[in-house]
């Protein structure tokens, strides 16, 4: 089996060329990131700002408990 | 109280939104984003790979994870976490609950040599801690790794070694799937994934902040994974490959999704929920595995030594040429082994959350079809995983482990999701669907996605699947260029496979015929 120096030495010499990151490769990645990152945030924006309780076992009331008018006043 | 309502108030369920979010997260989290991810964009097109893997996203990923959830809710609306039950009630055919039998033996065979992968990634972490394998060069790490995966090579390490971690791994996921849903998986998402997200972001700033060496810089592996090649657009395999990884990296098809979802009310939100998961694993691989193993790699040992080393497999790059690349970030050997902990303890996360999702069907088929207790299945998949496990080990050398990854870890999947679209388009049908996916729901999905599922998600997951047979199916079935010493090692391997899933189908026979199935959802049961 051939050794990892050797495959590397071997890939050198055929000459690989290697570039910076280019405008083009910039902007694919920058659209990328941007685009699964936005998706991310509006996502996470939706469920923290939802004011639907959780109720998994289904036993709970269909609605959050709204607090008494008393306990409203009082701050909780 | 009827038994349906009493089966309502002893299923589990999950404690918060979040909790469920980050556990579905962890189960398509894995190290498919971190290593499989930037190797195929980089081979398939750089940049231009996204305009495929996006529009896969939104004809597959999408509305499969979708179609997932909702199967997985409707099931555990009837008491079934697990597929066999669920196309049981979507189908109503006598053979549904036998073909489910795929969502809960796969997930079970994945979870096996899963399990014994991650348990690498442990002792790595390990062997980062103490050193163990600084001073050593990529062939002396290749070395290392080898002796450390093979049992019977001892030259470094003693057949035990890899053993321990396998059996270290298998003793967290059996404490915590013996904990619960909510007390066990919920809380290992809550304090595991901020963790992972943690130490990805500050490998991603280490790695992009890395100076130039003589070989290359952290540029020319943004570059090299990032830059467009146009032409690739016209080639099929570039768009399958895209396809391809859209659906592993979702874990779409395995059946784990569906049990995870089934542990909800018919008021529980599943599309915007849902669509937050798939967006938190887009993020882990898209941002986070695209700028970590190829830039870091590149840096040290250049785009042709990165290609070299990457050729030789995906453990090659994130084992071995990650632990060269950690000996010599500046700042000293200190700062070397934190960080390479920080990324073989991220990995370790990525697998540990995997393989707890993965172990899940066949804790919920047995719990709920046979009423055992959580624990005791808990340790009888434990113990049935180290047993089979230990034939992985084995017998690693000769194919054994390669074998069940391609047909019950790629393969399967891509099966998998075709049946269960099939039943959705051709049995249950999508306007039913479309309203059940919109019970409790927090968003409502655009029409479009209803057009997607009915027409482009069967054809776009046919021609997937049509295509994994003929190019790599086919070959693997014939054992094409399988050496003649493995033949016997690669028959044994599935016969294995068949076995588990021959008696996965006994039980499913003997589950039905102990048992009255509800004719409604238990949540719609009037107690008398």
Redesign the interface.
Same mark, same amino acid.
């Given at each position: 089996m051939m /050794?990892? $120096?050797a495959? @590397?030495q071997?890939?050198?010499a %055929?000459g /690989?060329? $290697?570039?910076? @990151?280019?405008p083009?490769?910039? %902007?694919?990645?920058l659209?990328?990131?941007g685009?699964?990152?936005g998706?991310?945030a509006w996502?996470?924006t939706?469920?923290l700002g939802?004011k639907?309780h959780?109720?998994?076992?289904?036993?709970g009331p269909?609605q959050p408990p709204v607090p008494g008018e008393a306990e409203q006043k009082d701050g909780g | 109280m009827s038994s349906a309502t009493e089966a309502t108030h002893t299923r589990e369920h999950w404690g918060t939104r979040i909790g469920l979010i980050l556990a579905m997260a962890g189960n398509a989290v894995g190290l498919g984003n971190f290593l499989r991810f930037p190797v195929q964009a980089a081979n398939n097109g750089g940049g231009t790979f996204m305009i495929p893997y996006f529009i896969s996203f939104i004809l597959l990923g999408i509305p499969l994870m979708w179609m997932e959830w909702g199967i997985g809710r409707y099931g555990g609306r009837y008491g079934h976490g697990t597929v066999p039950g669920m196309f049981d009630k979507l189908w109503r055919s006598p053979i549904a609950k036998y073909v489910g039998v795929l969502g809960v033996i796969m997930p079970l065979i994945v979870f096996v040599y899963y399990t014994v992968i991650v348990g690498w990634l442990l002792g790595f972490s390990f062997f980062s801690i103490t050193g163990g394998y600084f001073g050593m060069d990529a062939d002396g790490v290749r070395v290392f790794l080898g002796s450390f995966q093979d049992i019977h090579d001892t030259s470094i390490h003693g057949g035990w070694v890899g053993f321990l971690f396998y059996g270290i791994t298998i003793a967290v996921v059996v404490r915590i799937l013996s904990k619960g849903i909510s007390g066990g998986i919920e809380k290992l998402a809550l304090y595991g994934m901020p963790i992972l997200f943690l130490f990805a972001v500050l490998l991603m700033i280490r790695v992009l902040t890395l100076p130039e060496t003589a070989l290359g810089s952290p540029s020319q592996g943004l570059g090299f994974v990032w830059t467009p090649d146009w032409g690739a657009l016209g080639n099929a395999s570039v768009w399958l490959a895209a396809a391809g990884q859209v659906f592993f990296t979702l874990s779409l098809g395995m059946g784990t999704i569906q049990t995870y979802s089934s542990f909800l009310s018919k008021d529980d939100d599943i599309t915007l929920t849902g669509l937050t998961t798939a967006s938190t694993n887009e993020f882990a691989e898209v941002v986070l595995g695209g700028t970590i193993a190829i830039p870091a790699a590149v840096t040290f040992f250049g785009v042709a030594g990165a290609t070299a080393i990457a050729a030789g497999g995906t453990f090659d790059l994130g084992i071995v040429a990650m632990g060269v690349v950690f000996q010599n970030l500046p700042g000293g050997q200190a700062i070397g082994q934190l960080f390479a902990f920080a990324w073989f303890f991220l990995l370790f996360i990525a697998g540990i959350t995997s393989s707890v999702a993965l172990a899940s069907p066949a804790m919920a088929f047995m719990q709920e079809e046979f009423g055992f207790t959580r624990k005791n299945v808990a340790l009888g998949v434990g113990a049935l995983a180290l047993v089979l496990g230990l034939a992985n080990i084995w017998w690693l050398r000769f194919g054994f482990l390669d074998e069940w990854d391609f047909w019950a870890g790629t393969f399967g999947l891509v099966l998998g999701g075709f049946v269960e679209v099939m039943i959705i388009r051709f049995a249950f049908g999508v306007d039913e669907f479309w309203e059940e996916l919109h019970l409790g729901a927090d968003l409502r999905v655009p029409l479009f996605f209803k057009f997607v599922l009915k027409w482009l998600t069967p054809a776009f997951l046919t021609g997937l699947l049509g295509w994994w047979i003929v190019d790599a199916a086919w070959p693997m079935l014939i054992m094409e260029g399988v050496p003649s010493e493995n033949i016997p090692f690669v028959w044994l391997s599935r016969f294995f496979m068949l076995g588990l899933v021959a008696v996965g189908c006994v039980l499913i026979n003997r589950a039905w015929a102990d048992k009255v199935q509800p004719e409604t959802p238990i949540d719609e049961t009037v107690a008398p």
């Open positions: /050794t990892i $120096a495959t @590397i071997a890939a050198e %055929a /690989t060329s $290697a570039p910076g @990151i280019g083009g490769a910039l %902007a694919f990645m659209i990328s990131m685009l699964v990152t998706l991310l996502c996470l939706r469920v939802t639907q959780f109720d998994p076992d289904g036993t269909a | -």
